[in-house]
């Protein structure tokens, strides 16, 4: 169904001062004894979009879908769809605005450079029948910022290609020393980088405005807390324990992982509890320990 929010999150960036130059600029087999019981109405949602041939063809490893999915979870918004797709215009159109019209959130990673197969910005207007529009204010902070850190730096062809942005769209600049900015077109769809520490930060300075969206929902302090509890025993000894522990805690979301053989701490499961109510994530982190004969497991373990 489509989300309402996006004309609301568009006013978020209205603040945002175009002449501004740019400052914020495990692995392993999980099975979840869940059902979509956390989900609440009023919850901000996101959905991702990774976006490169790289990606699929195995030559680059993507870290910035892990990056937003811990940021987001620590913030309290849910990010219910991580997409990974090739450098193809239809396919970036036809994701996006699924992802747009589904969720509150959307944030996209990759093809904002200058080479040919870095078309997510003409993708993205495609996708909402936008013009495409050279952006004066990006395009004077790159070449101030650029030719200061590079030698011999000149304006080329290639380059103006970085700053050609669909229009109209919300250009944020919140880093001074970056000239790359957060893209935001309809409403809610966030066009960041590929490169990894540019996502990051980019990410991370938006958080203010994510924020102001969840206090807007009437969200404050309802972030999401987790325990984590781990055990010598197998998920087969388990199983039905978390399957009867779920069915009476239908807010709180039990995940079993599993470990390959025993590590040297003992481990074979890893349980989690995930909720909103940090009382009630505490009290049933607590009876698993007694339960499984668990103890309280920490990621460097």
Not at 38 to 54: F, K, L, R, W, Y
Request: hydrophobic residues 35%.
């Amino acid at each position: 169904h489509t989300r309402p929010l996006a004309q609301f999150t568009s006013s978020l960036y209205k603040h945002s001062t175009p002449t501004a130059i740019l400052t914020a600029i495990r692995p392993s087999f999980r099975t979840y004894i869940s059902t979509e019981t956390m989900s609440q109405p009023e919850i901000v949602t996101a959905g991702c979009c990774i976006i490169g041939d790289e990606i699929l063809n195995g030559k680059t490893r993507d870290s910035n879908a892990n990056y937003l999915a811990k940021k987001l979870f620590n913030l309290g918004i849910d990010l219910k769809r991580i997409s990974v797709i090739k450098d193809d215009q239809e396919e970036i159109a036809e994701t996006v605005r699924e992802l747009s019209k589904k969720y509150d959130l959307v944030f996209t990673s990759g093809g904002i450079g200058p080479t040919l197969d870095d078309i997510t910005y003409s993708s993205i207007a495609h996708a909402f029948g936008l013009e495409l529009k050279l952006d004066d204010d990006t395009c004077k902070a790159m070449a101030e910022i650029s030719s200061k850190r590079i030698s011999k730096w000149t304006l080329t062809e290639a380059r103006k290609r970085m700053v050609i942005f669909p229009s109209p769209a919300e250009i944020v600049r919140v880093r001074e020393d970056m000239w790359v900015p957060v893209v935001v077109v309809n409403g809610n769809v966030h066009i960041l980088p590929g490169i990894p520490k540019l996502f990051e930060s980019l990410l991370d300075s938006l958080e203010p405005r994510l924020l102001e969206l969840i206090d807007k929902r009437g969200l404050k302090d309802t972030k999401y807390h987790r325990i984590q509890v781990a055990t010598s025993l197998g998920e087969g000894d388990i199983a039905q324990y978390l399957l009867e522990l779920q069915g009476r805690s239908s807010d709180i979301k039990i995940g079993s992982y599993p470990k390959w053989g025993t590590d040297k701490n003992g481990v074979r499961v890893v349980v989690s509890a995930i909720g909103r109510d940090e009382q009630k994530v505490k009290e049933v982190g607590q009876e698993i320990q007694k339960k499984i004969n668990g103890w309280v497991y920490l990621e460097t373990e």
